[in-house]
């Protein structure tokens, strides 16, 4: 029961916690307490240093926007968009509610009225950005998975190909997402036109510019690692005389998938990179449009505001970082 | 068992030996090297690793090559797996030319070269399906579960084969390439990376599940014991560049063998002293 506890710990990238775990089944206290000063002392006073910095430098830069926010007054806006997002909430099931309450009585007149149902109209909150933020990488991610990989095996298991790709891959590859935005801007405003209302025009924007700045290290480390494979292992799939697919589906994948997960985890991270700066420049509802309507908007809150963005997008990097890490670690056969 | 030798009695043996192989009957032979030759290209020119080898190896027989490293062994190895292109000569499995590789010819690799994602049995399991692929599912497991419980490793089946230490791994290994019914068994160094002590127990194995099935056997080692023990023959290449099969010993021991019977026999280090003063020269 420890023991698994533990094993999930590490697994989840929540090792810190380990100590906790250990101390709570009464190993040497001494000990324990000593790991756990490392493992979260020492962060947790560079944090405290980096806030006390912070809020002193804050208050001698002036802007126009006024003092530049120090930690309180960023943990006071945090509170308040927590507060106008649950406010909003309030509102849309209440509407939903007299809706609801109004349809039933038109219906109990007369059962043959035709009723319509309208969605809240009330404005995005700040969770509703990042939830759109998320979804939106998310596609980015996977249409890019979806070109990187195949390409990927197929450079890894032919020279001539790689050979043949190579400069596309690396000139490509350092394009900004600034540059790429016009271009898909256009050609999905050009090809994009049926309207079916799956997804919006700025939503596709932003996830296929995602898509092509976070394929590379994808694409490059699939290729890399087919390249790559235990050439024992491919003399075994030789005197099996395997079919090439079940090569590469029993033997080259599986042999290739830590270094795989090692080029996603990479690729994701640079995808929310790049998102915010997609979603500042398309207008897709996100993260990157909250602080580019924040920069607009101008009031004595907005930079704090804005701070609270900065580091929500840290945060969820992080978390999406350690997602992978732990996906990583499961897939991983050493 | 037989009679004692004299050191000069192997040694006037060499020809005879030479030539009773060429006199060899084809239907007895099984696998037929005829003036093999392998050629590296490098930078400084041609290398030629063999020159005119001819082997020829009995149906159901044990041999053994030794030489020195670097003399070509797991190149002649490599070329019968059809796993290195030939470049001069032929080589015939059942007097069909081997153009390439194949279930037919079982490998036993140095390093176990398991897959470390599957689990003993499914590692296998996988060469079965290519080789009886009109089996049911519980036949082939079965042969799966024979053959990992004729090495000994009936309880661990399902153990990952990254969790099997390098001993078990190469029981693993053992059990895939018999378990393909190959019609010979090719053994490149296969204990050369365990510990004196594994490697004792794994010869042991091999030799109870060889006995079983008497599939002819193509070894390479370096260990003159090992060899000793194992062939009915053991093949002494000449050092290279172009290669050659420098002299043959006959093991006469009986078969099944018993190790301690062996060390205790006199002309084992008749024959034990004739390899390391061929190997030395």
Not at chain 2, 32 to 51: F, R
């Amino acid at each position: 029961m420890k023991a698994k506890a533990i094993q999930l710990l590490n697994y989840s990238g929540f090792s810190w916690a380990v100590p906790i775990v250990k101390l709570a089944s009464g190993e040497d206290i001494k000990q324990q307490f000593t790991i756990l000063w490392k493992r979260i002392g020492m962060p947790f006073c560079a944090i405290v240093l980096f806030l006390f910095l912070w809020s002193v430098a804050a208050k001698n830069v002036q802007t126009s926007l006024g003092v530049l926010p120090g930690p309180v007054m960023v943990y006071h806006q945090a509170n308040v968009l927590w507060q106008e997002h649950m406010g909003e909430r309030t509102k849309a099931r209440e509407f939903y509610a007299r809706q609801d309450a109004r349809n039933t009585a038109i219906l109990q007149q007369n059962p043959d009225a035709t009723i319509k149902t309208v969605s809240y109209p009330g404005k995005a909150t700040y969770i509703d950005q990042i939830i759109t933020s998320l979804k939106t990488v998310f596609m980015g991610f996977v249409i890019a998975s979806l070109i990187a990989l195949p390409i990927g095996i197929l450079c890894g298991s032919s020279k001539n190909v790689m050979t043949a790709l190579n400069p596309i891959i690396q000139v490509l590859k350092p394009v900004s997402p600034l540059a790429w935005l016009p271009i898909v801007t256009m050609v999905i405003s050009a090809v994009y036109t049926t309207n079916n209302g799956w997804f919006e025009k700025s939503f596709i924007i932003s996830a296929l510019t995602v898509s092509l700045c976070s394929l590379w290290p994808t694409l490059l480390n699939t290729a890399m690692g087919v390249a790559s494979v235990n050439t024992d292992y491919i003399n075994v799939a030789r005197v099996l005389q395997l079919s090439p697919f079940k090569k590469t589906t029993k033997v080259v994948l599986p042999a290739t998938l830590p270094l795989i997960f090692t080029g996603l985890r990479i690729s994701l991270g640079v995808g929310w990179m790049v998102l915010i700066a997609a979603e500042m420049l398309a207008q897709n509802p996100g993260l990157g449009k909250f602080v580019w309507d924040e920069f607009q908007n101008g009031s004595s809150d907005s930079l704090a505001r804005i701070m609270v963005a900065v580091i929500t997008i840290g945060l969820i990097g992080f978390m999406l970082d350690q997602l992978m890490v732990a996906l990583q670690r499961l897939v991983s056969f050493e | 068992m037989i009679a004692t030798k004299s050191r000069s009695d192997l040694k006037q043996n060499r020809e005879k030996n030479l030539r009773e192989m060429e006199e060899m009957s084809l239907r007895e032979v099984s696998l037929d090297i005829k003036n093999l030759t392998k050629i590296y290209p490098t930078p400084k020119g041609e290398y030629v690793v063999l020159e005119d080898l001819n082997l020829r190896v009995r149906e159901g027989e044990f041999i053994s090559i030794i030489g020195h490293s670097g003399c070509g062994k797991t190149t002649l190895l490599t070329m019968i797996a059809g796993l290195n292109e030939i470049t001069g000569g032929q080589i015939l499995l059942n007097e069909f030319p081997i153009t390439g590789p194949g279930p037919d010819r079982g490998v036993i690799f140095q390093s176990p070269s398991l897959f470390p994602w599957m689990t003993a049995l499914e590692n296998v399991l996988l060469g079965v399906r290519q080789v009886f692929p009109g089996g049911s599912k519980k036949e082939q497991q079965d042969i799966c579960k024979y053959y990992l419980s004729k090495v000994g490793l009936e309880d661990s089946f399902f153990k990952k084969a990254s969790d099997l230490s390098q001993g078990m791994q190469q029981r693993v290994g053992i059990a895939r390439a018999f378990a393909l019914k190959p019609k010979i068994l090719l053994l490149d160094e296969p204990f050369g990376m365990l510990d004196s002590l594994t490697r004792g127990e794994l010869q042991d194995v091999l030799l109870d599940v060889w006995n079983r099935e008497k599939i002819t056997a193509v070894q390479i080692t370096h260990d003159v014991d090992e060899a000793i023990f194992l062939a009915d023959r053991v093949i002494m290449m000449t050092s290279g560049p172009k290669a050659q099969v420098g002299d043959i010993l006959k093991i006469e021991f009986d078969r099944p063998r018993d190790r301690k019977q062996i060390l205790e026999h006199v002309d084992y280090y008749k024959y034990r002293e004739y390899l390391i003063d061929f190997l030395e020269h």
